[in-house]
């Protein structure tokens, strides 16, 4: 059956879509539209057209699968939107799910758009490294003005249908259950109309709109933008709209895409989308594996990590019992979460009632008694194995047979911790990342005895907290913070070479951290695993705790914080790290930014290969993965194991040669050094 049908209401075509799973529009869809326009201008009877989609979802774009190969024969999406927009018979999208990308650029093609609450809208094409592609940066403002369509441009942030009729966007908000009945009499409603609006011939919202709007715009979002090339092609795109006439503007719109599409950027982003989507495809996993419904959660430990992960459930609307050991960790764990949500209602992202509401599911508790009913408990108690094991065997008498039992170690064997149940098949490894309720990385890792249905459901879980899931093996550290060891290894090592914390960490915010190791290091805390009683001098870590700098938390690490936590290099620490170095031996004036470079990252590709080759990672593509979503890898470099590739592994494996003396017990990847030999990619 053609992916394209037509009915008829009285004088309504209806033209259906139906390209399961997200109808995206690939060659057969884009023909199919054109020949149902055709049929709707040819027939005297037809005197308006409706276009909507079957399934769950509006055109959610382009196929991204056709990029780099187009389909001979076919037209173009601008042809399809250029045959609607110039219909005299008017042409209504009828919008549920997500209208993204060119699925709304044939929506602004359409003379009015119908939505259902709940459908969200937006051109998303910046996070492929691109910019719409047909017409969207022309027609995007010419409906909605300048302000409302430069963030949707650039972040590619789809926004609810709510928000989109309040600017113009949607004309009508229709039934979530009754679309194609509400569109069709929409389309009679406007058979009479003397005249219908034509997206790309607007000027009213355009009119008058001087180029201080997007340099006020780029200076504000410079710290998000910088780094990516596609967001400055949008606002330029975005500017050229309000210049030119639209017949101008749209080749000038394709001269920006061209080349992004041919660009590294995007084939990295690309990289990543179907990376993202991978990730949830599971060795070994059934695909009949029962799901269990996890109607309440409990959370182990009210510190950093246990309320951040409790409040992923609550804003779920998932009811949470927190345990804590004492009464005063438990009350101080209750405010930060409640803190946290009103400091999210001072910015207006969220009402006071939703703050209210997710408090209101929130039951604070002392006895892991309170834990029997819950379907799914995450501890998240000290770092030591004797309090875990004790923790879990605990938990094995109490909780209820089917529940899951996961642990949030950053390190521990899981393996032995489920040792200390009679249930390890419930036993699993949900790795979150710091802070708990905004980093998007969950690593789940799968023990030897694992069951299928733990794992299963926690993926789902996963996707239902909004979290991005990798399957990880047990190894110590897992994928993520043994790869990341490799990292902290070589800015120790240079520490010790006299190369100070402000230009290794620039060398890594340069090529596109958000923040360096040593930045990290102030973040997380110096004092992590250290005692005044077991403190070792000759590390320097451990010297700047000796001297009272703990990190952020206390305005002193390997920087000096000012009260607003604005960073400044210490001339303290500095002095310290040179004296260190002299007395080391070690000190160097020959370090340029490349070795630098090369030695922080090259070391975590060759553990990332080791990790790969143990089976610990499923594919390359999931480390790409974690990497971005955990540990601020810079998304238009793809990843680690894409962007090795693109560096050429046979030059990460003449690095890790030319810095051999800087890592004497590093062993180098075969599964790296044969791919290299090959010249393959991990991709
Ligand atoms: N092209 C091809 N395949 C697509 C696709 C697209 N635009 N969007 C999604 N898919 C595929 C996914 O790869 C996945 O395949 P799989 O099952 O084989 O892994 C399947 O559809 C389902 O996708 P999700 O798992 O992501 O489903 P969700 O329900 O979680 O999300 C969605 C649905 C919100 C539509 C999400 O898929 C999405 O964001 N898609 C991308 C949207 C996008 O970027 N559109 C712009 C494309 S570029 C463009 O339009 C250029 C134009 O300006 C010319
Ligand atoms: P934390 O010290 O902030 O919190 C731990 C909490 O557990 C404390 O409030 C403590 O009172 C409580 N606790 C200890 N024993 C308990 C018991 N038997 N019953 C109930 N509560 C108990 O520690 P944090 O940072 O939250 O770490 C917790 C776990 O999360 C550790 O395993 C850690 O390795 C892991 N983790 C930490 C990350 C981080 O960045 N802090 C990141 C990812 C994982």
Redesign the pocket.
């Known amino acids: 059956m053609s992916v394209i049908t037509t009915h008829r209401d009285g004088e309504v075509l209806v033209i259906v879509s139906d390209n399961p ?2 109808n ?3 060659a057969a869809v884009r023909d199919g539209l054109v020949a149902a326009m055709d049929e709707a201008l040819a027939n005297d009877d037809v005197k308006t057209v409706v276009i909507r989609c079957d399934g ?2 509006f055109f ?8 780099g190969n187009p389909k001979a024969g076919s037209v173009d ?1 601008n042809t399809v939107i250029n045959t609607i927009e110039s219909s005299p018979k008017p042409v209504v999208a009828a919008i549920h ?2 209208a ?6 044939v929506a602004l093609g359409c003379h009015y758009r119908v939505a259902v609450p709940s459908a ?1 809208l937006g ?3 910046v ?2 490294g ?5 017409g ?1 940066t022309q027609r995007l403002p010419r409906v909605v003005g300048v302000e409302a369509a430069l963030p949707m441009v650039t972040s ?1 942030d ?1 926004i609810p249908a709510k928000l989109a009729a309040s600017i113009g966007l949607v004309d009508k908000l229709v039934g979530e259950g009754s679309l194609e009945a509400d569109a069709v009499e929409f389309a009679r409603g406007v058979i009479g109309n003397a005249s219908h609006p034509v997206s790309s011939a607007r000027t009213d919202k355009i009119a008058g709109t001087g180029s201080g709007v997007f340099d006020a715009f780029r200076k504000t979002n410079a710290r998000r933008l910088k780094g990516f090339d596609a967001p400055e092609a949008a606002i330029k795109a975005v500017e050229i709209a309000t210049k030119h006439p639209f017949a101008q503007g749209l080749p000038m719109e394709r001269a920006l ?1 061209e080349p992004l599409l041919a660009g590294a950027q995007s084939a990295a982003l690309r990289h990543l ?2 990376a ?3 990730a ?2 599971i060795d070994n996993l059934p695909a009949d594996t029962p799901i269990l419904p996890i109607a309440r959660v409990g959370v182990i430990g009210a510190g950093t990590m246990g309320g951040g992960i409790t409040m992923n459930f609550l804003s779920a609307g998932i009811p949470v019992t927190m345990v804590e050991r004492e009464q005063a960790p438990l009350d101080r764990g209750v405010a930060t979460i409640r803190k946290n949500y009103e400091n999210t209602a001072a910015k207006g992202r969220i009402t006071a009632d939703q703050v209210e509401q997710a408090m209101s599911l929130l039951t604070p508790s002392l006895s892991l008694e309170d834990l029997a009913q819950c379907d799914l408990v995450i501890e998240a108690v000290f770092e030591l194995m004797e309090i875990k094991k004790d923790v879990f065997g605990k938990l094995d008498a109490i909780c209820k047979p089917s529940a899951i039992l996961a642990s949030n170690t950053s390190y521990l064997d899981i393996n032995e911790i489920a040792t200390s149940t009679s249930r390890p098949e419930a036993l699993i490894g949900l790795h979150f990342f710091s802070p708990a309720n905004v980093m998007r990385m969950l690593e789940v890792v799968r023990g030897a005895k694992t069951g299928a249905s733990a794992l299963a459901t926690s993926m789902k879980i996963a ?1 239902t907290i909004g979290k991005v899931a990798v399957v990880a093996g047990v190894c110590h550290g897992f994928i993520g913070n043994r790869i990341l060891a490799a990292r902290q290894k070589q800015g120790e090592a240079m520490l010790l070479e006299g190369i100070l914390p402000e230009r290794v960490d620039r060398v890594l915010t340069d090529f596109g951290f958000p923040m360096g190791p040593f930045q990290m290091a102030d973040l997380a805390g110096l004092d992590i695993g250290w005692t005044k009683e077991t403190s070792d001098p000759t590390r320097i870590n451990y010297a700047l705790c000796e001297r009272g700098r703990l990190g952020q938390k206390n305005g002193a690490g390997f920087y000096d914080y000012a009260a607003d936590r604005t960073r400044t290099p210490s001339d303290e620490v500095n002095a310290l790290i040179l004296d260190f170095a002299d007395k080391s031996g070690l000190r160097r004036s020959d370090v340029s930014d490349e070795e630098i470079l090369e030695r922080l990252l090259y070391p975590m590709i060759n553990e990332a290969a080791l990790i790969l080759e143990e089976h610990i990672a499923q594919r390359a593509s999931d480390i790409d993965v974690m990497y971005v979503h955990g540990y601020g890898w810079p998304s238009f470099t793809g990843g680690p194991m894409f962007w090795a590739g693109t560096q050429g592994l046979d030059k990460v494996v003449a690095g890790l040669g030319k810095h051999a003396d800087k890592w004497p017990d590093l062993s180098i990847s075969k599964l790296l050094r044969d791919k290299a030999a090959k010249g393959e990619s991990f991709a």
Do not use: M, Q, S, W
């Open positions: 799973p997200v995206a529009l690939g769950r979802t959610a774009g382009a196929d991204i699968t056709e990029f999406l799910g997500t993204l990308g060119g699925g709304l650029e969200k051109l998303p094409e996070k492929l691109l910019i719409p592609g047909a969207g590619g789809p895409f989308f179907f993202e989507r991978a949830n495809k996707k």
